[in-house]
């Protein structure tokens, strides 16, 4: 399933939705680091800068999961069961995050160039 195909939530909204969730760190890194990276460092093992750092650099969250020795699955479960209710609700939310995992989700904003400016300004 594509990310696109998931029902009611798109993948800004999902990702806007992921990313306002708790951002305290409670001393395990980076201050501010969106939820599912915080709840994805406490699976895996590892500080959220160390998830940063690592998604900064290419890898994805399966390839974390890998290293760390944790089955994939578990990652996924653990990102489903703490997504936002908005998103949980939406959809086939478990299709998201397994892209999520594994680098076919989205990385931002919506693709593409930005708009024109409006007519008469530079």
Known sequence: MSIGAVTGT??????????????????????????????????????TDEVMSALDQGQTLADLAEAQGVPRDDLVAALVADAPDAVAASGDVESFVSSLVDGTGPTG?????????????R
Do not use: C, F, K, W
Request: proline share 16%; no cysteine.
């Open 109 to 121: 904003g919506p693709a593409g160039p930005p708009p024109p400016p409006p007519s008469g300004e």
């Open 10 to 47: 798109s993948s800004s909204a999902y990702l806007a939705a992921i990313s306002s969730t708790s951002t305290s760190t409670s001393g395990a890194g980076r201050s501010g680091a969106p939820g599912h990276v915080q709840t994805a460092a406490q699976t895996l093992g590892l500080s």
